[in-house]
């Protein structure tokens, strides 16, 4: 593994000099889920939620948080992205087992720095979205598996989380 990137040679944070990167198509993906009672996904699903929409609005929730990663995450690079798709996944539970609602991030640029930091926080704030809009019926949701799922372009090339 190599050293961490965000410290010099005195140990100092910094933010990485990427002036001599190439611009390359970039592509992270990132997912995670939020685990609720069945009650709760049946409501989602019902569109019955008091606050409206819960997956219209927290894909836009999912999307604005890609675009302020850097506003948020102290040693990211403002990028300008050219996409960010959030989709759900919803799987419904019975009365013994949980329900849950798997978000997947895919962001992308042409730039000289990855977007895995926009895919996470996108996902994170997508599923905190789910959580803030569905409390009131359900405050023992559980956000879990946040991870890279696959990365894409730049000098290290292509990962794919088998995980």
């Known amino acids: 593994m190599s050293s961490l990137t965000h ?4 140990g100092q944070a910094h ?3 990427v002036a001599d990167k190439a611009s390359t198509h970039r592509i992270g993906v990132a997912g995670g889920r939020i685990e609720m009672l069945p009650a709760t996904l049946a409501i989602i699903e019902a569109g019955t939620a008091k606050k ?4 219209g609005i927290a894909r836009i929730a999912g999307i ?8 948020l995450i102290p040693l990211c690079h403002p990028l300008a992205l050219t996409r960010v798709a959030i989709d759900f996944e919803a799987t419904q539970g019975d009365s013994a087992t949980v ?9 992308e640029t042409v730039g000289p720095t990855g977007v895995e930091m926009e895919a996470l926080t996108a996902v994170q704030v997508a599923l905190l979205t789910i959580y803030d809009m569905c409390k009131a019926v359900d405050r023992g949701m559980t956000i879990t598996g946040v991870r890279l799922m696959e990365k894409h372009g730049g000098k290290s090339g292509s990962f794919i989380n088998a995980a």
């Open 15 to 17: 933010m990485v000099d």
């Open 52 to 55: 409206g929409d819960v997956l």
């Open 7 to 10: 410290f010099d040679a005195q």
């Open 99 to 107: 329900s849950s609602i798997f978000c997947t991030a895919t962001v």
């Open 64 to 71: 604005m948080a890609a675009k302020k990663t850097s506003d």
